[in-house]
């Protein structure tokens, strides 16, 4: 299975746009880019996946780059409740969910 | 409501006890799995089973076991060979082929080993 790279923590003052990098240059053709988002001692809650192409939900925006070796995980306006940790997973032909450390979102008011 | 319910929320056992994990799911879900999870870590694949009556290992499936008799159900039990069995515990669900849609994850089980 393909890994990603992700900043192990991140800081945004809450109102303002937060992007969140993922590095994932050995991604193949038919992986899927996944977010999802876990608060503490809570189970994850997904937030937007993708293929080749950007994607909008209520929560989010993905931002693919055009080679697909990384994405970006837009929050528009960060609130207090987005402050948890972010992972960004690939999902392939194993159809299994392969979690990294993530990145630790904290927002400032 | 659907949704993927695990119990207890909090479980407490001795050293050398075998203790079994409860994971239920009511939404025609085909796939199920199991991660444990550390303070401050990612989440580590313990077992996934894509249909019923089969199951894969994950990562670090020594020291636990599976049974997958039911599509709703799919319990975790921790054996007395879990050298570390202290965790965060965390079942998810999701159709066959999720590469293109969500998993679900239940509200986890945080079990302590004394």
């Known amino acids: 299975d393909a890994k990603t790279t992700q900043p192990n923590s991140m800081e945004s003052n809450e109102e303002e746009p937060v992007h969140l990098p993922c590095n994932h240059s050995?991604?193949?053709?038919?992986?899927?880019i996944h977010w999802y988002r876990q608060l503490p001692s809570q189970g994850p809650e997904y937030v937007i996946h993708?293929?080749?192409s950007n994607v909008n939900n209520r929560m989010a925006s993905l931002a693919i780059a055009e080679d697909r070796k990384s994405s970006t995980l837009i929050l528009h306006r960060a609130t207090l409740r987005d402050a948890a940790v972010y992972y960004c997973?690939?999902?392939?032909?194993?159809?299994?969910?392969?979690f990294g450390t993530g990145t630790l979102l904290a927002v400032q008011p | 409501d659907g949704g993927i319910t695990q119990s207890p929320k909090y479980l407490f056992r001795k050293e050398g006890q075998n203790v079994t994990l409860s994971c239920e799911q009511n939404l025609n879900h085909d796939a199920m799995y199991w991660y444990r999870q550390d303070p401050g870590q990612g989440l580590r694949l313990i077992y996934y089973s894509q249909i019923v009556n089969d199951f894969q290992k994950g990562d670090i499936a020594e020291g636990y076991s599976v049974s997958r008799e039911k599509k709703e159900s799919f319990p975790l039990t921790v054996t007395s060979a879990q050298k570390n069995p202290t965790a965060f515990y965390l079942c998810a669900s999701s159709i066959s082929d999720y590469r293109g849609t969500e998993a679900f994850f239940g509200q986890g089980t945080r079990l302590t080993v004394v």
């Open positions: 050995t991604i193949s053709g038919t992986d899927y």
């Open positions: 993708g293929l080749t």
């Open positions: 997973i690939l999902c392939g032909a194993t159809n299994k969910l392969i």
